[in-house]
T-cell receptor, first 115, second 116 residues
């Protein structure tokens, strides 16, 4: 079974600085999708960025980018020019292409942004 | 606002009560999900419905009973719960494309459940 590990329960970053959140996963599949979700204190989880495993190019969405290392099974999220509104729980998630109803989540990283 | 709503937002119930959680999606999606989110643990998938048919039940105790009357509504009926069932219950939906693959999931705000 696929597992997703986020080794940093908490992270802190100064406003306007850059922070990287780590995520590793375990799978024997070659085709899959990876996601980063953000859950602010209001609790509604929203999608930040997604990466298809067959794409070598790292996904980017404005200030958010990923470093996808397929061989290492690593999928880190970089937040540039951090803003106070970035403070939230961040969840890394894996979804198989074969059973794509089943999305596996990591335990989350709580990001604090200091003014 | 993701287009997925959940009611109630907070619920406190005794172990002998019966209550229901409601989820509604306004996105035209054809798959809906229930997750349990406990502190410092990964989200746990509970149930999956595709086109109103239940396709996944991840060994969830029978005191949790899902119902999906149509593609837009999903319920989770609760009875004789235990204190360890206290958690945030999240509903999500997604759309199955013509390729047969499901796109990313959109989440509701959750129901914070406390079982006394």
């Amino acid at each position: 079974a696929q597992t997703v590990t986020q080794s940093q329960p908490e992270m802190s970053v100064q406003e306007a600085e850059t922070v990287t959140l780590s995520c590793t996963y375990d799978t024997s599949e070659s085709d899959y999708y990876l996601f980063w979700y953000k859950q602010p204190p209001s609790r509604q989880m929203i999608l930040v960025i997604r990466q298809e495993a067959y794409k070598q190019q790292n996904a980017t969405e404005n200030r958010f980018s990923v470093n996808f290392q397929k061989a290492a099974k690593s999928f880190s999220l970089k937040i540039s020019d951090s803003q106070l509104g970035d403070a939230a729980m961040y969840f890394c998630a894996y979804r198989s292409s074969y059973n794509n109803n089943d999305m596996r989540f990591g335990a989350g990283t709580r990001l604090t942004v200091k003014p | 606002e993701t287009g997925v709503t959940q009611t109630p937002r907070h619920l406190v119930m005794g172990m002998t009560n019966k209550k229901s959680l409601k989820c509604e999606q306004h996105l035209g999606h054809n798959a809906m999900y229930w997750y349990k989110q406990s502190a410092k643990k990964p989200l746990e998938l509970m149930f999956v419905y595709n086109f109103k048919e239940q396709t996944e039940n991840n060994s969830v105790p029978s005191r949790f009973s899902p119902e999906c009357p149509n593609s837009s509504h999903l319920f989770l009926h609760l009875h004789t719960l235990q204190p360890e069932d206290s958690a945030l219950y999240l509903c999500a939906s997604s759309h199955r494309g013509s390729s047969g693959l499901y796109n990313e999931q959109f989440f509701g705000p959750g129901t914070r459940l406390t079982v006394l």
